[in-house]
């Protein structure tokens, strides 16, 4: 198994611009989450999809920031547009309901100058 | 909102020495989980805790779980250079799927 497949590895913005952040889960997890990781804040889950539905969105931090599931293998996180204040590293992680195990990918290293 | 508390944040070891991390829970929690993760890096799944008394072993890494007292702990058993990383526990809420997790232990040892 590929794992958990994050893309891009880095990224670097100009402030206002989209950026859009992909994963795919690992195949057959029906739980996918988006965390961010910060100096300052820690890891912070942003959003979390069960069978592609978004079940708790209560921590995306403005309007700014979107994210969809549209099926079982791919999810997009979306910040438009970006802020200085953006930059951190996000990490998407799959599970399968029921099941013990949460596996992190290799993250996406944002910078937003 | 279940919160998790982890001290030290910062633990200085020297080799062959023997070291504890803590980890607390605020509310009731059904598993527990401690990571690894190196710099720039992704992170490791170390153990998974299941129920009250639960103890897993790897190597020089002890994990246990009190969920009486909503305390889990990270044992390290003579601690060497490539245990240098930030560990971090992570609770999951009874009926939840998210985790919550603590600040992490930056961990440096020395020779």
């Known amino acids: 198994d590929a794992g958990v497949i994050q893309s891009p590895r880095h990224e670097v913005t100009e402030m206002g611009q989209e950026v859009t952040l992909r994963c795919k889960p690992i195949?057959?997890?029906?739980?996918l989450f988006w965390y961010r990781q910060t100096m300052m804040r820690g890891l912070e889950l942003l959003i979390y999809?069960?069978?592609?539905?978004?079940?708790?969105d209560s921590g995306m931090p403005e309007d700014r920031f979107s994210a969809k599931m549209p099926n079982a293998s791919f999810s997009t996180l979306k910040i438009q547009p970006s802020e200085p204040r953006d930059s951190a590293v996000y990490f998407c992680?799959?599970?399968?309901?029921?099941?013990?195990?949460?596996?992190f990918g290799s993250g996406t290293r944002l910078t937003v100058v | 909102e279940l919160k998790v508390e982890q001290n030290p944040l910062f633990l200085s070891m020297q080799e062959g020495k023997n070291y504890t991390i803590y980890c607390n829970y605020s509310?009731?929690?059904?598993?527990l989980y401690w990571y690894r993760q190196d710099p720039g890096k992704s992170l490791e799944s170390l153990f998974v805790?299941?129920?009250?008394?639960a103890v897993k072993q790897e190597g020089r890494l002890m994990a246990s779980l009190d969920t009486k007292a909503r305390l889990s702990t990270l044992h390290i058993t003579a601690a060497v250079h490539d245990l240098s990383a930030t560990y971090f526990c992570?609770?999951?809420?009874?009926?939840?799927?998210?985790?919550?997790f603590g600040a992490g232990t930056t961990v440096t040892v020395r020779a």
């Open positions: 992680a799959s599970s399968l309901k029921g099941g013990y195990g949460y596996t």
């Open positions: 195949s057959g997890h029906n739980s």
């Open positions: 999809f069960n069978n592609n539905v978004p079940i708790d």
């Open positions: 509310t009731t929690s059904d598993r």
């Open positions: 805790l299941l129920s009250n008394g």
């Open positions: 992570a609770a999951r809420g009874f009926n939840d799927y998210k985790l919550s």
